[in-house]
């Protein structure tokens, strides 16, 4: 099966702008997953979609927002960009057959720098 | 909010010896504890994963312990080599479905 994709890999904005990003998981998934990944902060939670809807949300402004598709492909979108939301912006996908955490494997990243 | 400490910061040992990170997570109700081995310029990767009915397991040269009394589990690496660098992440499961807080990582350098 092919992995976690994530489309751009690369993105530079400037202050004030938006930006989209995309994430097809690996076939069969259907939970989606974003996470913000910085030198400061590392790894942190976003928010987590299944099945179409939004099943967490992590502690981030309304800037960041996300949907998934009903073939689990998402996006996630931060309006009004601010320096500090450079970083690498990591989904992962999940079976979620399980009721409870299930394994999660990730994209390569889209590193989004904004000047 | 949920919080997983993650220590030592850095690590280094020699080719040949074992390596062990420790974690400690403080939501009661987590039960999947996932290590990520994330290496520079590329995604982090699962190596190993315990689940709160399990107390130990292992995958040849890896091995995760968890103590749920004590709300921590450790990762243990031996006979390591050098490919064995890189930064390695915990998580925790908390709440319900996907959601997880991430040690800040561990950098662990094998010295030949």
């Known amino acids: 099966k092919a992995g976690v994709t994530q489309t751009p890999r690369y993105l530079i904005k400037t202050r004030g702008q938006q930006v989209t990003l995309s994430c097809s998981p690996i076939?069969?998934?259907?939970?989606v997953s974003w996470y913000q990944q910085t030198p400061g902060q590392g790894l942190q939670f976003l928010f987590e979609y299944f099945s179409e809807t939004q099943r967490n949300k992590g502690n981030f402004p309304g800037r960041f927002s996300g949907r998934q598709f009903s073939n689990s492909r998402s996006e996630m979108n931060v309006s009004t960009l601010e320096l500090g939301d450079s970083a690498l912006y990591l989904c992962?996908?999940?079976?979620?057959?399980?009721?409870?955490?299930?394994?999660?494997?990730f994209g390569p990243g889209t590193r989004l720098t904004v000047l | 909010g949920e919080n997983v400490e993650q220590h030592p910061s850095t690590l280094s040992v020699q080719e040949g010896d074992s390596a062990v990170i420790k974690c400690t997570y403080s939501d009661s109700a987590s039960n999947y504890f996932p290590w990520y081995k994330q290496e520079l310029g590329k995604r982090p990767q699962l190596i190993i994963d315990i689940r709160s009915n399990v107390g130990e397991k292992k995958d040849q040269r890896i091995a995760v312990t968890l103590n749920k009394t004590a709300k921590h589990f450790s990762l243990h690496i031996t006979e390591t080599q050098p490919e064995d660098s890189a930064v390695y992440f915990c998580a925790a499961s908390i709440g319900n479905g996907q959601n997880f807080v991430f040690g800040p990582g561990t950098r662990l350098s094998v010295l030949p």
């Open positions: 992962a996908s999940s079976l979620a057959a399980l009721a409870g955490a299930d394994t999660q494997y």
């Open positions: 076939s069969g998934h259907r939970s």
